[in-house]
Each structure stands twice: as structure tokens, then as C-alpha cells.
């Protein structure tokens, strides 16, 4: 059988709140790591999910599997970078970008406001634009000897902060 695929762009994007809560991955190139986000989006019941600059196809095999089911479920959009940047603008969307080199620990972060939590790839993280273009840098102070966590286990500790802050609303 064949379907027409969604429309993904910006403008069709609609939010639930009236102060949005959306997650924004830059660049996601991993299948795996995309249907998680998705899925981690759906359990918060997030406004949306956007993709900026995106490296694998929406439709992928493997994100429809890791997602199980949640490309279905989770309000997408997709632009690029300057298109994305210029939407958050035009909504009145605070921007945080979470950073290896950060100045405020996410926790430490007012998330009550339309928020727009931007993750990066587990390679390069965010891209300089990006952490140029954000209100504030956050941080997930890490005690062991590594750097870095698996892109949607950083997702969902963030998005969770924030609908903590939000009494799970």
C-alpha cells in the first residue's frame, strides 16, 4: 500500500500549551538516536519535536522501529538551522542549548517560559550557530570519566527537568 508521507514544515506545526515546551536536534544523523528522541517526546507529551538540518530520512526503517511508533504520534517539524532559528523567534520561543561548555547547570534553568531545548550530535554536539543563537548554555554536570551521555538519555533528563518545573503539565 502506498501512503502519502506527512507535511513536516514549520508553519503546520501547533502547540497544546500556551507556553510550548519542544525539543530540537541538530543535525541527527543516527537512525537509533532519532527514534528515541521520539519516543522520549511522546512519554512527555512534548509540543513538538523539530529537526534542523537533519542527516537521516524521517521514514527510516530504523527510526520507525527505535520510535516504536511515535513518528506517528509526536508533533514533527523540520527546517533548517536559519529557518528553525527564525521560527523560535516569530513564537516567542526561549532557546537553551545543551553544551559540553556551558555556563548554567540545566537544573538551575526556569523552563516555565515557551522553551526550546536544542541537543546536538553525540560527535560535535551543537553546531557554533546554534550555541551563538541561545539564551543560555546548559549543562548536565557529568562525575564519571567521561564527557558525554547518549543523546536521548541527555534529552529526557532535560525535557523531564522541565516538566518538573512545570508540575508534569
Not at 84 to 96: D, E, M, R
Not at 137 to 152: A, F, Q, R, T
Amino acid at each position: 500500500a502506498l501512503a502519502r508521507a506527512k507535511s513536516h514544515t514549520l508553519d503546520k506545526l501547533r502547540f497544546h500549551r500556551e507556553n510550548p515546551l519542544i525539543l530540537i536536534a541538530q543535525a541527527p544523523e543516527k537512525p537509533g538516536n532519532l527514534g528515541a528522541l521520539l519516543r522520549t517526546a511522546d512519554a512527555a507529551n512534548l509540543d513538538a519535536v523539530i529537526l534542523a538540518d537533519p542527516k537521516s530520512d524521517l521514514y527510516n526503517p530504523n527510526i520507525i522501529r527505535s520510535s516504536v511508533g511515535c513518528l506517528f504520534t509526536v508533533n514533527i517539524g523540520i527546517g533548517s538551522t536559519g529557518e528553525v532559528l527564525q521560527f523560535l523567534k516569530n513564537n516567542g520561543i526561549t532557546l537553551y542549548t545543551a553544551a559540553l561548555n556551558a555556563s548554567r547547570i540545566y537544573s538551575e534553568i526556569d523552563y516555565s517560559v515557551p522553551v526550546a531545548i536544542a541537543v546536538g550530535t553525540e560527535a560535535t554536539g551543537l553546531t557554533q550557530e546554534w550555541i551563538d543563537a541561545g539564551e543560555e548554555n546548559i549543562i548536565i554536570p557529568m562525575k564519571g570519566e567521561i564527557d558525554s551521555m547518549n543523546l536521548s538519555v541527555s534529552a529526557a533528563i532535560l525535557i523531564f527537568e522541565a516538566l518538573r518545573q512545570r508540575n508534569f503539565n
